[in-house]
């Protein structure tokens, strides 16, 4: 089954790479090629090598300037939540400027809302995970002025109440 073939399949690679290594020293071997490339390491070697600044000259102007700074978040105040299919989002005012809706996962003034639920918000900033109650205030004062959170069961400061029912105009 084995004839002849089966040697010379695997002295092929051999006698061919002999053969590649005479005929390059035959040429010239190494002196042609390595010529120019002297000549080009010698222009290399004459020509000026720029230094960086040494360390000190470059970080001289941060020597007492801290790394992290970290300020006293904006005051936030939930003002209203909205949960449809289509759309959950809260009506928060930031430093008491005039409320404004805000998708969940939208960063705005160092906050990003995190989730809304039907009682409140959490929102994430610098110092973390927090949770907001309707109508209640984060960071600095609240928005609307008031001395504190309104008591349970209470509504929430601000809150008017709506028309009569038709049916029953007097009916309190």
Known sequence: MLDLRSPVIFLAPLAGLLLACLGWLVL????????????????????????????????SGSGGKPLF??????????EGVSRTPRRTAALISINGEPAQWIPVGTTLGGFTLSGVSATGVIVENLLGRQTI?????LGGTSAAGSGGTPPQGAPPPGL?????PASAPGIR
Request: glycine share 10%.
């Open 160 to 164: 008017q109440r709506g028309l009569e």
């Open 69 to 78: 700074v970290v300020a006293t978040p904006a005051s936030l105040r939930l």
């Open 28 to 59: 010239g071997g190494e002196g042609r090629v390595a010529a120019p490339l002297d000549e080009a390491e010698a222009r290399l070697a004459a020509l000026p090598v720029e230094r960086p600044l040494p360390q000190a000259a470059v970080y």
């Open 133 to 137: 109650a309707l109508g209640e205030s």
